[in-house]
């Protein structure tokens, strides 16, 4: 999972770099209070919330209709800073649970975090798709 994400990342700044410095102009300042947070992390502390993602992609990949599972991977990601892994989880979520308040709420505080108001239907389907695909591929990667 660190593996696409990095690349994801890497892909995105090239695209930027390319596209010019408009493109990385965000339309409101992003907020990024967890950020500070995650650089205050020790290196056996990140290697514990790391543990903990893993334990819970693999049992995701036992039980991958587990709600509540996917809402607390969606938590350490957003408390950790990572607002945009969160959206994944989130979306699988809310397609299986579409009434829960809670995963909505996650969702919010996600979306916030990355400085977006909103995000269409079709890009949390995406987003439930490649969650999906990246719990199944768990551990079965380099």
């Given at each position: 999972m660190?593996?696409?994400?990095?690349?994801?990342?890497?892909?995105?700044?090239?695209a930027?770099?390319?596209?010019?410095?408009g493109?990385l102009t965000?339309?409101?300042?992003?907020?990024?209070?967890?950020?500070?947070?995650?650089e205050?992390l020790?290196?056996?502390e990140?290697?514990?919330?790391?543990?903990?993602v893993d334990?819970?992609?693999?049992?995701?990949?036992?039980?991958?209709?587990?709600?509540?599972?996917?809402?607390t991977?969606?938590?350490?990601?957003?408390?950790?800073?990572w607002?945009g892994?969160?959206?994944?989880?989130l979306a699988?979520?809310?397609?299986?649970d579409?009434?829960?308040r809670?995963l909505?709420?996650?969702?919010d505080?996600?979306?916030d975090?990355?400085?977006?108001?909103?995000?269409?239907?079709?890009?949390?389907?995406?987003?439930?798709?490649?969650f999906?695909?990246a719990?199944?591929?768990?551990g079965?990667?380099?």
């Amino acid at each position: 999972m660190r593996y696409w994400t990095g690349l994801l990342i890497a892909v995105a700044f090239d695209a930027a770099v390319i596209a010019g410095p408009g493109v990385l102009t965000p339309e409101r300042p992003v907020q990024t209070p967890a950020v500070a947070q995650v650089e205050s992390l020790s290196f056996a502390e990140l290697q514990q919330v790391d543990r903990s993602v893993d334990s819970l992609m693999q049992h995701l990949q036992e039980g991958p209709g587990d709600v509540d599972a996917m809402l607390t991977l969606a938590r350490i990601y957003t408390e950790h800073g990572w607002a945009g892994d969160a959206i994944g989880p989130l979306a699988r979520a809310l397609q299986l649970d579409p009434y829960r308040r809670d995963l909505w709420v996650v969702l919010d505080r996600a979306l916030d975090e990355m400085g977006k108001d909103q995000i269409t239907d079709a890009e949390l389907a995406r987003a439930a798709l490649e969650f999906v695909a990246a719990f199944e591929m768990q551990g079965h990667g380099c």
